[in-house]
């Protein structure tokens, strides 16, 4: 069965920063491009970053481009969001998910991935 763990969730103060992993198993890592996407309370679950299958060409929210970095590692199955300058705004639960391979680009839509893990909280203080 297809898994996906995250982990490396936690709390820390504004301009903080925290790396967050995604183990992966029962799939075919490199065909599925991968995506993080987060969800505060009250508000929809919003895109974050996604990175292609076999890594290389990424693409962030304008809310976090500059401070968040997505990659992956195939040999190990996990994909990785490392988080810089973090604000009380980005404070949500994190969800890694993994989209079909015939996206070449992977979508923006968290409707189009089909495979969820059951997220991290993330929590930032002022």
């Known amino acids: 069965q297809v898994q996906l763990v995250e982990s490396g969730g936690g709390s820390v103060q504004a301009g903080g920063s925290l790396r967050l992993s995604c183990a992966a198993s029962?799939?075919?890592?490199?065909?599925?491009?991968m995506g993080w996407f987060r969800k505060a309370p009250g508000q929809e679950r919003e895109f974050v970053t996604a990175?292609?299958?076999?890594?290389?060409?990424?693409y962030y929210a304008d809310s976090v481009k500059g401070r968040f970095t997505i990659s992956k590692d195939n040999a190990k199955n996990t994909v990785y969001l490392q988080m810089n300058i973090l604000k009380p705004e980005d404070t949500a639960v994190y969800y890694c998910a993994a989209a079909p391979g015939y996206y070449r680009n992977p979508p923006l839509d968290p409707y189009e991935y089909r495979y969820w893990g059951r997220g991290t909280q993330v929590t930032i203080s002022s």
């Open positions: 029962g799939l075919t890592f490199t065909n599925y491009p």
């Open positions: 990175i292609r299958m076999r890594g290389g060409s990424t």
